[in-house]
Structures are given as C-alpha cells and as structure tokens.
C-alpha cells in the first residue's frame, strides 16, 4: 500500500500532474492540501475516472485539503476537536474555521491530512493562531490514541515548520521569520515528545519538499523541507520505504512543493480482487 502527502497548490490548475503522478507511482491514498476550491468545484471526474474516490473539505479559493484513494474512505471529518479559528477583522461569536484539517479512516488506518497555518510574521496574529492550531492538533491526536490505543495513525501534509537546521538552504536567511523560530520547533518537536515519528527521516530520507517560484530557488536547491507523515508506532511498524519524490517539482506549471511518500506491508481490499496464483 502506498501513501503519499502533497500541497498541491491549486488542484484545479494541476488535476493533470496530481493524476499522473497518482498513475505513474502506484500511489493507493494522496492526502491534498491547498486545493484552492469548493467541494463542488473538485475536478471529481478526472479521478473517478483513474479510479479514485475523492473527498474534499473547503471553503473558498484559499487553503483546503482533500484525500483521493483506490481504497474505501470511512468515518471523515472536517476539523478536529479543539480546532481554533481565525479572522483578520473582529467577529462577533466564535472565530470562522479554515479548511485546514481532514481526518479519514482506511484499511483501519487513521490519517490526516493537514495544512498547517503559515504564521506570516512573528509579530502577526497569525503565528500565535498558528502555535494555538498546533497545540490543539496536538491534544487531540493524543485523545485519539488514547482512545484507540492499537490503531495505526498519521499526521500528514504541510506543516510549515523547518524542524531543523538542515531543513533549510540557509539557517541565517531565516533569523526573524517564521517557519523555523525556536516556538514554532518547540510545537513540531511536542509531537516527536508524545512519541510520533517523523517517518521519512526515520527511514534516513533526505532533502527538501519545498522550494519558492521566485530568486531561482529550485535550480539552486535552495529549498525547505516543510511536507511530513508523522506516525505513532502502530503506523511505522507498517512502513517499509520512503521517498521524496523531488523531479515532481520539474517541468511545466510544478507546484512549489512535492510528494512525500510511504509504501506499507499491509493487505488491502484490492488484494482480495487480484487473482490466486498456485
């Protein structure tokens, strides 16, 4: 079974690239993010069409997340317990939610997908959203642990934080900025505390997931690694490769990000439809 994790950057603009990618590497279940639409205006036909069910969750043309998969998709939610919301003007009564949270279960797998808040500034009011979003993020995937103590689980998708140094071309470019300030990688590093694991780097991958459109960033390899699959240890004991599937940002019209994936030995309901070999 293969899983893979990737900010599309607009899925209406790169339902050709996200299809052949989800064609050319046997991918089983793609977890979305900024799909930039309306549940109604997901390209559903293109993907039913390679043979994948799609459920999606937004709310206008910025953020959304989304899941595409082979396999039967059960028990959806939008959002998570706890999960708070933001406005740039004062509202009366409790803060809009952002499509930024989509937790499915398949093959008795919870997964995520999850887009996290970008922070903007550290003096903006979006970083302490952003903090608030990921300690929420954080109580309640504990809370389903707990509940579910055996049933493998991930956290997948953009998660906007450099947890490390390498995790950026250049550590000093960052001083002052978000995406690596010391709050931001205390709030990715309370996960790896509560005993989920950063599977790619677990399994030794390395590179960037993320590099900017502008100042030649790509060809220069100055990039980020922002895109994870974190996974309690029910979720890992699964897993047996991982890749970066960095030529995804080459050729035409790329998002700036691209595919994380893992490939799992676990049985699946399209194993029971291939035929018996004696």
Known sequence: MRIATWNVNSIRTRKGRVIDFLENSDIDVLAMQEIK???????????????????AHGLNQWNGV???????????VEGFDGMPGFSKKPVEGDLPLEARALGVTIEGMRLWSLYVPNGRELDDPHYTYKLEWLKALRAA???????????????????NIAPLDIDVWDPEFFVGKTHTSQLERDAFNAFLDDGMIDVTRELGVEGYTYWDYTQLRFPRNEGMRIDFVLGN?????????AEIARDERKGDGPSDHVPVIVELDTETSLDDDMPMIF
């Open 66 to 76: 989304a899941f595409a998969s082979r396999l039967p998709i059960e028990d959806a």
């Open 233 to 241: 240890p029910e979720f890992l004991e699964l897993v047996t490769e």
């Open 37 to 55: 639409c309306k549940p109604e205006q997901f390209p559903y036909e293109e993907f039913e069409a390679a043979g994948y069910e799609v459920i």
């Open 141 to 159: 995937t504990q809370a389903r642990r707990d509940a579910h103590p055996d049933e493998p689980l991930a956290l997948m998708g953009d998660f």
